[in-house]
């Protein structure tokens, strides 16, 4: 009889025996529900990549996230560029645009592969941080005549995409993981 009273009041009738609708009921019997109803799970946290579907990203792979290829893109274009003689006797920005650059793509794929949608979004933020840190070092490059200026201006263009992009996916999860209390 317990047993039998626990498991109605977790589910579509509530403890007066009254039928309650699906909105109104526990949130991991509504997971249940939608997926023996084979609908994709909009609610509560996800796990792994598909919390990204979640999000409405809709991508099996960091890889395909705009923002990691962007992130991708301009560590490519920063490292061809510190190969220049010019740059490489400013040892320290060249070191710290390195690891700003570097660091940005590996915070997205790590948060990608996070369990909790709340936890993708700290990653997202650290990587947005990195590619404004590396914007930074850009600009001193610039200022110091260590870089020219058609070089600066590709990847300058390169971050401001891929800040853009970060951010966008920042807002987007992080307007989905807003119930989510796991964070």
Same mark, same amino acid.
């Given at each position: 009889? !317990? *047993?039998? #009273?626990?498991? $109605?009041?977790? *589910?579509?009738? *509530?403890?007066? *025996? ?8 526990? &949130? =991991?019997?509504?997971?249940?529900? #939608? $997926? ?10 996800? %796990?792994?990549? @598909?919390? @990204?579907?979640?999000? !409405? ?5 960091? $890889? ?5 290829? %962007? +992130?991708? !893109?301009?560590?490519?274009?920063? &490292?061809?560029? %510190?190969? =220049? ?17 570097? +660091?940005?793509?590996?915070? &997205? ?12 979004? $700290? ?5 947005? @941080? ?7 070092? %850009?600009?001193?490059? #610039? ?13 300058? /263009?390169? +971050? ?5 992009? /970060?951010?966008?996916?920042? &807002? @987007? ?7 989510? =209390?796991?964070?």
């Amino acid at each position: 009889e !317990d *047993g039998r #009273l626990a498991k $109605r009041q977790d *589910g579509p009738v *509530g403890a007066r *025996g009254r039928k309650r609708p699906r909105a109104q009921w526990p &949130i =991991h019997r509504r997971r249940v529900r #939608l $997926r023996a109803a084979g609908k994709r799970l909009a609610n509560g946290p996800r %796990l792994g990549p @598909a919390r @990204a579907q979640c999000a !409405d990203v809709g991508v099996r792979s960091f $890889r395909e996230l705009v923002a990691w290829q %962007l +992130s991708a !893109d301009l560590r490519e274009e920063v &490292i061809a560029a %510190l190969a =220049h003689p010019q740059l490489r006797k400013h040892v320290q920005l060249c070191d710290q645009l390195a690891r700003a650059v570097e +660091s940005a793509p590996g915070l &997205i794929a790590e948060g990608y592969g996070r369990f909790y949608a709340g936890e993708f979004v $700290r990653y997202l933020r650290m990587a947005r @941080a990195e590619l404004m840190e590396a914007q930074n070092h %850009l600009d001193a490059a #610039l200022r110091r005549r260590a870089i020219d200026v058609p070089t600066f201006e590709r990847c300058w /263009t390169l +971050s401001q995409r891929a800040v853009g992009a /970060t951010t966008r996916l920042l &807002i @987007a999860t992080h307007r989905r993981t807003e119930g989510d =209390h796991r964070r």
